[in-house]
């Protein structure tokens, strides 16, 4: 997926991530886009303090997207 693309739609569109799981110290959500539904990682490394909730806004999360998809890890579930 272009990181562009990704981007715009998450602004323009409003995409809501949603809370799939926590496992290994990380927390792994999904969001539905055009292409279909995608998963992504927030490390644990990155949780810290900030508050992470059941469904957040896609574009709050777009850091995470957006290192998903430079690495690989912004996997398409279907």
Same mark, same amino acid.
């Given at each position: 997926m272009n990181?562009?693309?990704?981007?715009?739609?998450?602004?323009?569109?409003?995409v809501m991530a949603k809370?799939?799981?926590?496992?290994?110290?990380?927390? !792994? !959500?999904?969001?539905?886009?055009?292409?279909g539904n995608f998963q992504f990682t927030v490390p644990s490394s990155d949780i810290g303090t900030t508050n992470f909730y059941n469904e957040m806004?896609? &574009?709050?999360?777009?850091?995470w997207i957006l290192k998903g998809i430079? &690495?690989?890890?912004f996997i398409k579930l279907n």
């Open positions: 990181k562009n693309e990704v981007t715009k739609q998450l602004i323009k569109s409003k809370f799939s799981h926590f496992s290994g110290g990380n927390l !792994y !959500y999904t969001v539905d886009l055009n292409e806004r896609g &574009s709050e999360l777009n850091r430079d &690495s690989d890890e």
